[in-house]
């Protein structure tokens, strides 16, 4: 098998005092469609902005194509960088841009192609998605599911060999789920890249990853094929993959506990 594109090795991370990863390792191999699931404020974003250099670890290593992410310097990281697309939370759009425009925007901005060839490029990106027609609208006439997809098509724009999509189906109606999902797979398999994204939506996801991870406290609870991750015996897995509201993910984010703000009777339940 070869090198996994991405390695997270021992990763520990957090905002300020708050651990949000901790000794966390993972992989996403190349050329396949790796889902990062797990409960809410778990990190599925952060791992995305180790990713991306964002963020630097604070211990262990994030491996991109075997460069050691944290430990590059700014131009090496923006060079990396281009090598990524990055779709996040809701692909918002320049709303003042067309949708050629938006497409066109990183080519623009990163390279020196001269008009004719963004122009072809643009045209056969949003052809991917479908979308070639409506290149001269606005943000505004569009569809929340066209949206997306011009996201999508905007984060190809740079042909990528790492897509990175966070929750590429929030708020979508269920044929524009279906869409996107087919369009992410069909986008991996025909441009030959690699993609991780992150999600909530479980059977969309599941049908759509060759691999996938879910994280649980601050690591990873479980990783492999949608069917091994399915059969897990980790009680935190088994909650999430079966939706069950009750389990060891806590509702409760991290704080005080109810005698320190409410007082001990309260808590025993002595005080009305
Ligand atoms: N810039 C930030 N500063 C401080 N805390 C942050 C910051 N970004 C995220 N956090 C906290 O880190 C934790 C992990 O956040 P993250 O967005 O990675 O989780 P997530 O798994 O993607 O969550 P969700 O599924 O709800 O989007 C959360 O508790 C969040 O409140």
Known sequence: MSEPLVQLRNVTFGYGARAVLRDLSLVVPRGKVTAIMGASGGGKTTVLRLIGGQHRAQQGQVL?????????ELPALYALRRRMGMLFQFGALF??????????????EHTDLSPALVRDIVLMKLHAVGLRGA???????ISGGMARRVALARAIALDPELVMYDEPFA???PISMGIAAQLIRRLNDAMGLTTVLVSHNLQE?????????????????????????RTSDNPLVHQFVHALPVGPVPFHYPG???????GVAREAGGRR
């Open 95 to 108: 709303t003042d841009l067309s949708v050629f425009d938006n497409v066109a925007f990183p080519l623009r």
């Open 205 to 229: 996801t599941f049908a759509l990853a060759d691999h996938v991870v879910i994280l649980g406290e601050g690591d990873v609870a479980a990783q492999g094929t949608p069917g091994e991750v």
């Open 256 to 262: 005080p506990s109810m005698a320190q703000d409410f």
């Open 135 to 141: 290149r001269d609208l606005m943000p505004s006439q």
């Open 64 to 72: 991109v194509d075997g460069q050691d992410v944290g430990a590059l």
């Open 171 to 173: 708020g979508l109606d």
